[in-house]
């Protein structure tokens, strides 16, 4: 099956400086990567993703990019905020099959205000 | 539209019992997976339901079972309960279940096994 590797699993930044969360695939099959945000306590919640056909996506403050020559995907938060701060997981579903997501093992983000 | 609901939101257990845990998808969606999610193993896929059938299926003992109804709401089954089983539940609900579709989870429901 795919396995999907997340790094760091900790980041502490200043607000308003970048983050930047990194992400590898095994399964060249894979075609859809989605990146969520779980506050603690909460849901994840899916806060951009990313399909095969495009190399980047960006939405306000973030965005992704991903590699499928080397199979890798990064999130790139910009101008960070206290209200960033949260766990973030990448994932990767392959183009086959039922749609279920392959984790990785989360980030924790911390933004120091 | 109401998103994804999970009840009940926590369980205590004891060892040997069994546990039923519901969820009801966002309205008009077909496709429910369910998640594991612990501090050790992250989240892990266990199944996916779509049109009240199984169509995939992770790697988990056959102690852990699901089903889904005609309107979509579905329920998994956890029986002989061991304590690594304590974990976060969750469940995603999506349109039809493809590939490329986002999934949308739910809040949880949190077991505690004794």
């Known amino acids: 099956g795919e ?8 980041l ?9 969360i990194k992400c590898t695939y095994s399964d060249s099959a894979s075609n859809y ?3 969520y945000k779980q506050e603690l306590g909460k849901r994840p919640q899916l806060i951009i993703d990313i399909r095969s056909n495009v190399g980047e996506k960006k939405d306000q403050r973030i965005a992704v990019t991903l590699n ?9 938060i910009t101008e960070t905020q206290p209200e960033d701060s949260a ?8 183009q086959t099959g039922a749609n279920n997501l392959f984790f990785g093992t989360g980030t924790r983000l911390t933004v120091i205000p | 539209k109401a998103g994804v609901t999970q009840t009940p939101r926590y369980l205590i257990k004891t060892r040997g019992q069994q546990v039923t845990l519901s969820c009801s998808p966002i309205s008009g969606h077909r496709s429910v997976s369910w998640y594991q999610q612990t ?8 199944f996916e339901y779509f049109s009240e059938t199984q169509r995939n299926k992770g790697n988990f003992p056959g102690r852990f079972s699901g089903r889904q109804f005609s309107n979509s709401r579905s329920e998994m089954n956890v029986s002989t309960l061991e304590l690594g089983d304590s974990a976060l539940y969750l469940c ?3 349109l039809l279940g493809l590939a490329l579709e986002t999934q949308y989870f739910g809040p ?4 505690l096994v004794l």
């Open chain 1, 3 to 10: 396995n999907v590797e997340q790094h760091p699993s900790t």
């Open chain 1, 12 to 20: 502490s930044v200043q607000e308003g400086d970048s983050a930047v």
């Open chain 1, 33 to 35: 990567f989605p990146w």
């Open chain 1, 68 to 76: 499928k020559t080397a199979k890798h995907f990064s999130l790139h």
């Open chain 1, 87 to 94: 766990v973030y997981f990448c994932a990767a579903s392959l």
């Open chain 2, 39 to 46: 501090p050790g193993q992250g989240l892990q896929f266990l």
């Open chain 2, 92 to 94: 995603a609900s999506s």
């Open chain 2, 108 to 111: 949880g429901t949190r077991l």
